[in-house]
């Protein structure tokens, strides 16, 4: 077992990357390629950095990782706050990811000041 795979945090990227892959999915099939693209890329992104950073002894190249994985929150938060703007998706699942997001950034901060 890899080191990642205790990691709630891992855990929850790993949960909220379906999520981004299902809304991928229906943006593809509405020929929305681009935005598909980019919220698959980042459904990857936040897990493989959380995971990358596990991967290290060392802890400045972790919290690396880590401040990658929180932007990808962003990023995501971003993506998901123009859908539903444009009604692509709905307010709640908008919300639901949202908090989501905002809830493992947090998390992530917090796992990374826990490294010494």
Same mark, same amino acid.
């Given at each position: #077992?890899?080191? +990642? =795979?205790?990691? =709630?945090?891992?855990? $929850?990227?790993? *949960?909220?990357? #379906? ?5 991928? @999915? =229906? &943006? ?6 681009? +935005?598909? @693209? *980019? !919220?698959? /890329? !980042? /459904? #990857? %992104? ?9 991967? %290290? ?7 690396? +990782? ?5 932007? $990808?929150?962003? =990023?995501?938060?971003? !993506? !998901?706050?123009? &859908? $539903? #703007? ?5 307010? $709640?699942?908008?919300?639901? &990811?949202? +908090?989501?997001?905002?809830? &493992?950034?947090?998390?992530? *901060? ?7």
């Amino acid at each position: #077992m890899f080191r +990642f =795979e205790n990691l =709630e945090i891992w855990k $929850e990227a790993i *949960q909220i990357a #379906m999520l981004l892959f299902e809304i991928g @999915d =229906e &943006l593809s099939e509405s020929k929305l390629w681009r +935005f598909a @693209d *980019q !919220i698959r /890329g !980042i /459904g #990857m %992104s936040i897990p493989n950095n959380i995971c990358e950073s596990s991967g %290290s002894n060392l802890v400045n190249e972790q919290k690396q +990782f880590l401040r990658y994985a929180k932007r $990808e929150c962003y =990023e995501a938060a971003n !993506i !998901i706050i123009l &859908l $539903e #703007m444009k009604s692509i998706i709905s307010v $709640e699942r908008k919300q639901n &990811l949202y +908090f989501r997001l905002d809830t &493992l950034s947090r998390r992530i *901060q917090a796992y990374s000041n826990s490294l010494k």
